[in-house]
């Protein structure tokens, strides 16, 4: 964040005393903001000033590592309290809970068998969050049984002995040390900068929390996200939200620059859907990680289409890959539609053909990701690259020579009947909500 | 040096709508944050649950949709019933059965249905139309008619008809208007403004901004929602102050999540435990994003959105 | 980015029918004029009791309570050279609606009403000029600076203080026109706020002008980063011109029926 001329101002001694070569203390101000004249000409700024600017520089919410290789995550790095003004760049990961007394591979197995892809992006629990429950040697065979798994783990452990056993199992992962509270923060900062992990803070209330935070500065570590969990839900909210607010103020706190951790295992255990309703909310509002009991498809299809959708970026559109997607069972015989590439066409066209029961081929081919009508346009959809896509990858594969165009590039019919000799082009209603009427017309007259 | 945050209270705030009469009326709107920050400034009305039904009954319905109002068989029963769930405030008869590309039912018929709810609850209503242009404006104007004293809301005063169900609503039956447009900011202000210079009071408005399923370019609704309490709590904008009502239970329950049966995708699990999962997630994210109502039909979402709802207030 | 703030100037004593209304304390004159100017979209509205030298705290009392109890606590600019008469005025101002605004400070002779704007914590126009009309930006910026640094000392958020860069008449100054609005640029790159008596550039043109010319300098002044101005609320050209660049600068969300809100 660039600082402004009057930020300055207020730190100088405000003599007008000339030393620098400016008339004024505003005057330089104004030059330093500008970048025409370096800080260090005036003599007199104090070293808390001359630090405050040089923080004030520095990004207001840190970006964190955590993880290593394929399962390395990055958290935080926000610019932005609401999606429309730039863009969310982190999004929020999701870790399964699992604790000793639990059969911790059997969880960690069925919450695996969630993992799959939609529109290009792999969908699963990316870490695992192992809770400490007094036993160290059980701790410790717990951390062994999800490392090496693929997943970023999470150490919830206030406990300094039980921590180090498990870090020197799963250090070189690059766990998160979720342990460090205001009795015993000193200790952890040790034991997180010798292992050189993230380490979390968490505290009884939101002031408490603020100053571990403080002193774990000061103790030189900012490696750090902040447990936000609290007794309550309201409290969790509340803390998670101006934590966040505070860091992305216009005079940032910089203490609270940091990723959050939401603990739903505590908040709501054994409510799965109070749980997914907790994570929506902690998905659009500024939960870095969220700790869940398991990941189940009824938890992962919401929270991941939620997701996805909050943190794309509102300048690129998401698109679907191109190809030929048969719906309700369509086979080589089957009607041949077409449409973009936008997802949100894609999805709410294959949609309604999924309610039409009709089994049909829905063909996409690249129209740059952009709208029917937007894509037409910009000559991204047109008879040309219409019928090249058809005859290059769906005359070899299907029989059927129907294929059905979206209503809004009726226009189209003609020049692609002209270069796709043997099709017969057919014109689709305007609106997607109008295809199931549409199909089952065409079947009742015997066209399909 | 404790945590000093800076309050995001506002100097505006979203238009209060009382809807419904006697004890069980509800207040909708009236706060000066945004959604859910009790620490900046309380929020007084906290976000009200709908109950929705439909006039063609509980043929389409999930198991547990069906379990739930076991024994009912009559419009007026079923609408008792909605109204006794708990954690639901208010009750949504939507009237699809009016729609001429389905059932097509006459517009006596579906005031028929009107009449029997009117008189089998006391807990505020909501009557929605059938979505067919043509077909809503006399639909809703009659249906204003005969909800005359019950202080319904009426969903909804679109751009090709608010002149029709508007003034029917908001004037001549003394009913709160419901403003559709659909994921579009600027035309949620225009209808505002259209629907106020008819003559309609700011206190009988409320806007329904349009949503999707989550997934389902749920972004933008989300920036919708964002920039309307933006402009009415950060600009001051009179236009956009009236309170948001969101109906989630059709978006939600008709995507692939929710729609694909087990035998179709045996490793998604049970289909009522996705759609459950679909509804509740939508409405928490459209209550995150600023909706002061929802309107949902599966007891365990009612029951797990009331628990939210309370637990953050 | 917040909306313009417009600053009815209609309530001067410079027109004959507000000062014998203020003279003789006639509520009607005042009061219509007040709400042409309201209706049409007003924000502030600007009362200049003239120099007032005799009954000046009492009429401008009166003038506040007057407004204020009939109009919703609008909020005003309190305009005279008598300072007693400001002072008097704020101590019978609600607040509900916005700070009052001392109009007006200046870098020469009436620097002190940025003392009195600190100590009641209202608003204060601060013209960058001192006697004399600025030579070049450079002076313009040493005023804005001197009374930058004034406010601050005495403890005024820099952004209660509204700077004026003096709009210029182009009958006579017509050369100068640009260096206004390139100093209203460097006022909004140091992201203070800023005002102005607007119409002054198309003095002593003739009256079908005025309006498309007072348009054209909003419209690039607002381009610049002008935040205010005091202007006749009833040009309708001007208004809409304002209402305008209001959504072009993303400061108030666009509907068909922008120009009727």
């Known amino acids: 964040m660039a600082l402004k001329g009057l930020d300055i101002f207020k730190m100088t001694p405000k003599t007008n005393c000339k030393e620098c070569g400016s008339p004024t203390c505003m005057a330089f101000s104004m030059k330093v903001a500008q970048g025409a004249v370096d800080i260090s000409k005036c003599p007199h700024m104090s070293e808390d000033a001359l630090a405050a600017l040089s923080e004030a520089t520095a990004p207001p919410m840190k970006s964190i590592k955590v993880g290593t290789g394929e399962a390395e995550y990055t958290l935080g790095g926000e610019t932005v309290l609401a999606r429309h003004e730039k863009t969310f760049v982190s999004k929020t990961r999701f870790a399964v809970n699992v604790t000793a007394d639990m059969d911790v591979d059997a969880v960690l197995a069925e919450s695996n068998k969630v993992d799959y892809e939609r529109i290009g992006e792999r969908m699963h629990a990316e870490m695992v969050y192992v809770e400490y429950t007094g036993d160290a040697a059980a701790y410790a065979e717990a951390v062994k049984k999800v490392s090496g798994k693929g997943k970023t783990i999470i150490l919830g452990c206030k406990d300094a002995e039980a921590a180090k056993a498990a870090l020197e199992i799963c250090k070189a992962e690059k766990p998160v040390l979720n342990g460090a509270d205001a009795s015993n923060y000193a200790e952890m900062v040790e034991i997180a900068k010798g292992a050189g992990v993230v380490l979390g803070v968490s505290g009884a209330s939101l002031d408490e929390l603020y100053d571990t935070t403080a002193a774990i500065e000061k103790l030189g570590y900012k490696d750090l996200v902040l447990d936000t969990t609290g007794a309550t839900v309201k409290d969790t909210f509340a803390a998670t939200v101006q934590v966040r607010r505070a860091c992305l103020a216009k005079n940032p706190d910089r203490t609270c620059g940091y990723p959050s951790l939401v603990n739903l295992s505590k908040l709501a255990a054994g409510d799965e859907p109070m749980q997914i309703a907790l994570a929506s909310l902690f998905v659009l509002k500024y939960g870095s990680i969220v700790v869940m009991d398991k990941m189940t498809y009824a938890v992962a299809l919401p929270l991941y289409g939620l997701r996805q959708n909050v943190f794309t970026d509102p300048q690129k559109p998401m698109k679907v890959e191109p190809g030929i997607y048969p719906i309700n069972g369509g086979d080589e015989n089957s009607l041949v539609l077409t449409t973009v590439d936008f997802a949100l066409t894609y999805f709410v066209v294959s949609g309604e053909l999924e309610r039409s029961g009709v089994p049909c081929n829905l063909v996409i081919s690249d129209a740059g990701g952009l709208s029917v009508l937007t894509a037409w346009a910009a000559g991204k959809l047109s008879s040309t690259s219409v019928s090249k896509f058809i005859q290059e990858n769906v005359e070899p594969k299907v029989k059927c020579r129907k294929l059905v165009i979206p209503g809004k590039v009726a226009v189209l019919k003609g020049d692609i009947e002209a270069k796709l000799p043997g099709w017969e082009v057919i014109v689709a209603p305007n609106e997607a909500v109008q295809l199931v009427k549409f199909l089952k017309d065409l079947k009742a007259n015997g066209e399909i | ?313 | 980015m917040a909306k313009f703030v417009t600053i009815g100037e209609r309530l001067s004593t410079t027109a004959p029918a507000v000062n014998k209304a203020f003279t003789t304390r006639d509520p009607e004159p005042i009061i219509q004029r007040a709400k042409q100017q309201l209706d049409a979209g007003a924000v502030y509205l600007d009362v200049n009791i003239g120099p007032a030298e005799n009954d000046g705290p009492e009429l401008m009392k009166w003038a506040v309570q007057l407004l204020q109890s009939e109009f919703d606590n609008v909020p005003l600019a309190l305009d005279t050279a008598n300072k007693a008469a400001i002072e008097a005025g704020i101590s019978v101002y609600n607040r509900a609606k916005g700070k009052p605004i001392v109009n007006s400070a200046d870098a020469g002779g009436r620097i002190e009403y940025i003392d009195l704007a600190a100590a009641n914590d209202a608003i204060v126009i601060a013209l960058c000029n001192a006697e004399g009309i600025a030579a070049d930006n450079d002076e313009r910026m040493t005023y804005c600076q001197t009374m930058l640094e004034r406010g601050m000392e005495l403890g005024m958020d820099p952004q209660d203080m509204w700077f004026d860069p003096l709009f210029l008449v182009i009958k006579g100054m017509q050369d100068k026109q640009m260096q206004v609005l390139e100093f209203i640029k460097m006022l909004s790159d140091m992201e203070l706020n800023s005002t102005g008596g607007l119409s002054n550039n198309s003095n002593g043109m003739p009256k079908h002008i005025r309006p498309i010319m007072d348009s054209a300098m909003v419209a690039m002044a607002m381009m610049n980063g002008l935040t205010s101005a005091i202007v006749n609320p009833n040009d309708l050209r001007l208004m809409e011109t304002i209402k305008s660049c209001d959504v072009i600068k993303n400061n108030t969300l666009y509907a068909d029926s922008y120009l009727e809100i």
């Open chain 2, 1 to 313: 040096m404790p945590f000093n945050g800076k309050s995001g209270k506002f100097n505006a705030s979203i238009n209060t709508v009382e809807v419904g009469c006697g004890e069980k009326a509800i207040k909708i709107g009236g706060e000066n944050v945004l959604p859910f920050y009790t620490f900046d400034a309380p929020i007084e009305n906290a976000p009200k649950i709908g109950v929705m039904i439909s006039d063609l009954g509980l043929e389409n319905e999930p198991a547990g949709v069906k379990a739930y109002y076991e024994g009912c068989t009559t419009i007026g029963e079923i609408a008792k019933k909605a109204a006794e769930m708990p954690g639901a405030d208010f009750v949504c008869l939507k009237l699809e059965g009016a729609d001429p590309n389905g059932e097509d039912k006459s517009i006596e018929e579906c005031m028929k249905a009107v009449k029997e709810v009117v008189d089998a609850i006391d807990v505020p209503l909501v009557i929605a139309g059938c979505k067919n242009v043509a077909k809503d404006t006399e639909l809703l104007t009659k249906a204003s008619e005969v909800a005359q004293g019950k202080n319904v809301i009426i969903l909804s005063a679109k751009e090709e008809d608010y002149k029709g169900v508007g003034a029917a609503a908001g004037l001549a039956y003394g009913q709160k208007v419901g403003a559709e447009s659909a994921v579009d900011i600027n035309l949620a202000k225009q209808l505002n403004v259209l629907i106020s210079q008819l003559g309609v009071a700011p206190a009988n408005i409320v806007m329904n901004v349009g949503t999707a399923a989550v997934g389902y370019g749920f972004e933008y609704v989300v920036s919708t929602m964002d920039r309307v309490k933006a402009a009415a709590l950060g600009q001051n904008d009179a236009q956009l102050q009236m309170p948001i009502i969101t109906p989630v239970a059709d978006e939600a329950w008709n995507v692939k999540e929710a729609m694909a049966s087990e035998e179709d995708m045996p490793e998604w699990g049970p289909q009522e435990d996705r759609g459950i999962g679909m509804e509740v997630s939508t409405a928490a994210s459209v209550l995150a994003s600023g909706s002061n109502a929802v309107i949902l039909k599966h007891p365990a979402s009612v029951a797990t959105i009331s628990k939210m709802i309370k637990e953050l207030m």
